[in-house]
Nanobody, 124 residues
């Protein structure tokens, strides 16, 4: 069983930056593809970004491309989401997810493990 714990959320003004972290338990983190998803109030959960086991294959939602950067440190069992040029529409609960595969995908139903989420609020 893998446990995921997010941190780094908070309140930031539009145009600001935040860095989310997701720490994973377990010794096989390097064999998991990881993803970030978000859910705003009254909306469905949506894909943000995903990274394969090695960090070579990376995907972004069009809405965050050029502003967000996903990365991972397998030695630290951690995946990151650097968020720059934040907009009010980025406000949501951000959750990291892991799947029992080295291949990254963009569909939330393909992920096996989920963190509890961290709130990101961007004020205008």
């Amino acid at each position: 069983q893998v446990q995921l714990v997010e941190s780094g959320g908070g309140l930031v003004q539009a145009g600001g930056s935040l860095r989310l972290s997701c720490a994973a338990s377990g010794r096989t983190f390097s064999s998991y593809a990881m993803g970030w998803f978000r859910q705003a109030p009254g909306k469905e959960r949506e894909f943000v970004s995903a990274i394969n086991w090695s960090g070579v294959r990376i995907y972004y939602a069009d809405s965050v491309k050029g502003r967000f950067t996903i990365s991972r440190d397998n030695a630290k069992n951690t995946v990151y989401l650097q968020m720059n040029s934040l907009k009010p529409e980025d406000t949501a609960v951000y959750s990291c997810a892991g799947r029992n595969s080295i291949v990254a995908v963009t569909t939330d139903t393909s992920y096996d493990y989920w963190g509890q989420g961290t709130q990101v609020t961007v004020s205008s």
